[in-house]
T-cell receptor, first 114, second 115 residues
Framework: EPEVTQTPSHQVTQMGQEVILRCVPI?????FYWYRQILGQKVEFLVS????????KSEIFDDQFSVERPDGSNFTLKIRSTKLEDSAMYFC????????????FGPGTRLTVL | AQSVTQPDIHITVSEGASLELRCNYS??????LFWYVQSPGQGLQLLLK??????LVQGIKGFEAEFKRSQSSFNLRKPSVHWSDAAEYFC?????????????FGKGTKLSVKP
């Protein structure tokens, strides 16, 4: 069964460093998403991406964040200068081109900012 | 404002007992409705979804959920809980139509199962 994959599973970084989180969505999906979950809190939407551009973003997704689909398979989230409060689990999701908003999630990347 | 409320933060049930996890939503129109499960250290797995039609939907692992429009609720149920059901459960809503819309999640309910 096709699935969304994410790498790395855990990333530790120093405050102020840049990190790139990687995702490989399901191959025939065209809508891509990033969500995050701060420890003990709910899953929050960051950004959606379609047709090589951002289609929606939340207040959390400020200028420190960017997304890219550098090739036909990867979808990345970059945080330019990490802050302590960026420590969270980051989930990538994708969905097919249908009228239904059924999103498939990856296993997540746990980001720890020290 | 759009929101999802899961009023129970933590529920403990005995193995073999029935389970109901509550979910209420606030949304401009009837959204698509989802339940996801997250085992420790794992990602989010879709349990079931409601798009339209029969308001009682069946999912994986023996779970079902009932959509009640009048109550803006989408409660998750299982007649007999197994120890492997211990996990965190998230209710989510999403926009209808062909939009790219994001999902809005509740805060989750952690389920513990007593032997």
């Amino acid at each position: 069964e096709p699935e969304v994959t994410q790498t790395p599973s855990h990333q530790v970084t120093q405050m102020g460093q840049e990190v790139i989180l990687r995702c490989v969505p399901i191959s025939n999906h065209l809508y891509f998403y990033w969500y995050r979950q701060i420890l003990g809190q709910k899953v929050e939407f960051l950004v959606s991406f379609y047709n090589n551009e951002i289609s929606e973003k939340s207040e959390i997704f400020d200028d420190q964040f960017s997304v890219e689909r550098p090739d036909g398979s990867n979808f990345t989230l970059k945080i330019r200068s990490t802050k302590l409060e960026d420590s969270a689990m980051y989930f990538c999701a994708s969905r097919a081109v249908t009228a239904y908003n059924e999103q498939f999630f990856g296993p997540g990347t746990r980001l720890t900012v020290l | 404002a759009q929101s999802v409320t899961q009023p129970d933060i933590h529920i403990t049930v005995s193995e073999g007992a029935s389970l109901e996890l509550r979910c209420n939503y606030s949304y401009g129109a009837t959204p698509y409705l989802f339940w996801y499960v997250q085992s420790p250290g794992q990602g989010l797995q879709l349990l079931l979804k409601y798009f339209s039609g029969d308001t009682l939907v069946q999912g994986i692992k023996g779970f079902e959920a009932e959509f009640k429009r009048s109550q803006s609720s989408f409660n998750l149920r299982k007649p007999s809980v197994h120890w492997s059901d211990a996990a965190e459960y998230f209710c989510a809503v999403g926009a209808r139509g062909g939009s790219q819309g994001n999902l809005i999640f509740g805060k989750g309910t952690k389920l513990s199962v007593k032997p």
